[in-house]
């Protein structure tokens, strides 16, 4: 089983930038696809980006594209997404996932068994 615990979130103005971090409990981070999700009020869970556990390329949604970066440190047990040029809309808790050996549906929420609590992210216009 794997615990997964985000940080990073806040409140930022229109144009500004943040950086979440999941960190992950036990040995096998690397065997783990790790996505990035948001839900707004009112909203479904929605997908963001996603690092394969085979690491040859990352998805975006297409509200993320071009603004958002994942990346991820195996020796740190740490997937990352840095938001830049953050919009209002972008506003949602946002959640970490993991599906161990998840090779595909990198897009949708029951491929990944395992969830963080979450982090609140806000942007003011």
């Known amino acids: 089983q794997v615990e997964l615990v985000e940080s990073g979130g806040g409140l930022v103005q229109a144009g500004g930038s943040l950086k979440l971090s999941c960190a992950a409990s036990?040995?096998?981070?690397?065997?783990?696809?790790m996505g990035w999700f948001r839900q707004a009020p009112g909203k479904e869970r929605e997908f963001v980006a996603a690092?394969?556990?085979?690491?040859?390329?990352?998805y975006y949604a297409d509200s993320a594209k071009g603004r958002f970066t994942i990346s991820r440190d195996n020796a740190k047990n740490t997937v990352y997404l840095q938001m830049n040029s953050l919009k209002p809309e972008d506003s949602a808790v946002y959640y970490c996932?993991?599906?161990?050996?998840?090779?595909?549906?990198?897009?949708?929420?029951?491929?990944?068994?395992?969830w963080g609590q979450g982090t609140q992210v806000t942007v003011s216009a």
């Open positions: 996932a993991g599906g161990r050996y998840l090779s595909f549906s990198y897009y949708g929420v029951s491929g990944y068994a395992y």
């Open positions: 036990g040995r096998t981070f690397s065997t783990y696809t």
């Open positions: 690092f394969p556990w085979n690491a040859d390329r990352t």
